[in-house]
């Protein structure tokens, strides 16, 4: 019986690699819903492709143009968040990929929970933003997460079998981002052209730059602490400039779980939408006398100040990670538009931080307010060192 699938962000870097699996696998798979943000020509070429029963796109100016372009096709179209919270539980859905971009991917994912749908999660800033709360929605749903992220996966999949008891320690592994061997002072200099050459991943802006200054690494260590409901300090993360092994589990008993591949994304995706079932050609394979060394290195919070900012929001808790998440997606979008300088976006995050009310004990509304301000806060902070 094929699996129906929403694919929020389908015209993003995961939502196409989605819809490649999906293709190859007709018997197994069918795109039912399909939404983007504002890339509405690749919507509606994705829509013409796949036939799915509905296409979002978030932009209300760009409604128009997808609505005229379907409608001969009898597809049913929509825009707006609602439509996306209303698509994520929706009857004609069994999965829910939610590929969308920072904080966008809340309240859908909160949406699926609520109708019971399984989630193959590749937004990690739901986790990060609202671990704590997703994870209290979770224990009354019958909703199953499959992490997508190349980390998460790695880790669930080296979990499986496993007693969680026995688990000293998650590793998480970092390619180090383009800037892993430059200096401090050159990359004060670097500009987002340099940022954007990532060395190992084809990923989007936002998250490439995320990767370039390591908050990516910080959020994933965040995001583990919740999918995996272990404590901080049995988190850690470790430079591996050849991106191979996608991240490790350390056992008690001083075995050392990992998962190797090569960095294609389609490997997660897979068994995310498989649930954990192995199915052939999804990737390349990785020839290890090719590679030849895999090496390690500890990350360097001095020239990569936002690292740290994962041990600081679990120690503080509360709503501090939705204000950093909210103050980063206004940071980097200043940053690729040039109007602030690369280590500007660490000075704004912790600037928000200070300016943005501590709630301990943050519920859904809290969320969304807490985004709200801290998005003014941010904007107001790149204002003033323009």
Not at 185 to 202: C, E, V, Y
Not at 231 to 242: E, T
Not at 321 to 334: F, G, P, Y
Not at 360 to 386: C, G, H, K, L, M
């Amino acid at each position: 019986m094929q699996k129906k699938i929403a694919v929020l962000g389908s015209t993003g870097s995961i939502g196409t690699q989605t819809l490649d699996i999906i293709a190859a696998a007709p018997e197994r798979y069918r795109a039912s819903v399909l939404a983007a943000g504002s890339r509405v020509d690749d919507l509606i070429a994705q829509a013409i492709r796949h036939r799915p029963d509905l296409a979002i796109i978030a932009r209300e100016d760009l409604y128009p143009q997808l609505r005229d372009a379907l409608m001969p096709l009898g597809i049913a179209t929509a825009t707006g968040p609602d439509a996306l919270r209303q698509a994520a539980a929706a009857d004609n859905v069994d999965t829910v990929v939610t590929a969308t971009v920072g904080y966008s991917g809340l309240e859908p994912t909160i949406a699926a929970i609520a109708a019971g749908k399984d989630i193959a999660l590749a937004n990690k800033e739901t986790m990060v933003v609202a671990g704590s709360y997703i994870n209290r929605l979770l224990a009354s749903s019958r909703t199953r997460i499959y992490p997508v992220d190349s980390e998460h996966s790695a880790i669930y999949q080296c979990l499986k079998g496993e007693d969680p008891a026995k688990v000293r320690r998650l590793i998480i592994t970092a390619s180090g981002g383009p800037f892993r061997t430059w200096s401090k002072g050159a990359i004060a200099r670097a500009t987002a052209t340099d940022a954007l050459r990532h060395p190992n991943w084809s990923m989007g802006a936002k998250i490439t730059i995320d990767s370039a200054t390591m908050l990516n690494k910080a959020f994933e260590i965040i995001e583990a602490r919740w999918l995996f409901d272990m404590q901080p300090d049995k988190i850690s993360a470790i430079v591996h400039p050849q991106s191979i092994i996608h991240s490790m589990v350390e056992f008690t008993d001083g075995a050392i779980k990992a998962q190797l591949g090569v960095p294609d994304m389609r490997l997660p995706i897979a068994y995310a939408l498989g649930e954990s079932v192995r199915y052939e050609g999804v990737s390349d394979f990785c020839d290890l006398l090719e590679v030849g060394t895999l090496t390690f290195e500890q990350p360097d919070e001095e020239r990569f100040p936002c690292f740290g900012l994962a041990k600081y929001c679990l120690n503080r808790g509360g709503n501090t990670a939705c204000v950093v998440n909210a103050a980063n997606e206004i940071a980097v979008a200043a940053f690729l538009n040039g109007r602030i300088t690369f280590n500007d976006i660490y000075t704004i995050i912790t600037s928000a931080i200070e300016r943005v009310d501590f709630i301990a004990n943050p519920d859904y509304n809290d969320f969304v307010q807490t985004n709200a301000i801290a998005r003014r806060v941010a904007s107001e902070i790149v204002e003033s060192i323009n």
